[in-house]
């Protein structure tokens, strides 16, 4: 193989060890600014947006035993990579594509599940990590709540027959 190219394979394969998942989009009529609006979004969320040939993004899924996204390498790609939020990085590439009309998805993959633009779009729709985080913090907070309710009530209720008997008084 030769440098140039082996440096592309190498270069996709970083892409590929960056997270348990990456999505694979068509970036066709994008502009700079469009791509330079696009990264910004990404980033605020931990991601990555490259543009790829599919070549060397082929190569480096089978090195890394990938599943087979031949179909999906087809015209212009570029991957997004990247972030601890699955959810949300799939929200924002579908935001970005109601608005624009570009940047489509082809496919992603999570863990070692292809996924289809299908099945990115309905993760787009699950909530964020923050959100799911949030109510997880208030599942925990919940009895710790009623705990103390519970807990306090004899005092409450002692305080409450001591003062209506000096209020009688």
């Known amino acids: 193989m030769r440098p140039e190219k082996s440096y592309l394979v190498k270069e996709a394969s ?17 502009d700079s600014a469009e791509t ?5 979004r990404l980033s605020e969320r931990g991601a990555e947006f490259h543009v790829i040939k599919n070549s060397s993004l082929s190569i480096a899924a089978k090195e890394k035993n990938l599943p087979d996204f031949s179909d999906y390498l087809v015209g212009h790609t570029a991957i997004v990579t990247g972030g601890d939020d699955v959810s949300g990085v799939a929200k924002t590439l579908t935001t ?7 940047v489509s998805v082809k496919a992603g993959s999570l863990d070692d599940r ?12 699950l909530p964020s990590l923050e959100i799911l985080q949030s109510k997880l913090l208030s ?12 807990l306090s009530a004899p005092a409450r209720s002692l305080a409450t027959v001591i003062q209506a008997k000096a209020d009688k008084s």
């Open 114 to 125: 292809v996924l289809t633009p299908e099945e990115v779009k309905i993760l787009s729709n």
């Open 139 to 150: 599942l925990l907070n919940t009895p710790a709540t009623q705990v103390v309710s519970v």
């Open 36 to 40: 330079n609006e696009l990264r910004k």
């Open 14 to 30: 970083e892409y590929l060890s960056r997270s348990n998942y990456f999505f694979l989009t068509d970036y066709k009529g994008i």
């Open 96 to 102: 970005f594509n109601k608005e624009s009309k570009k």
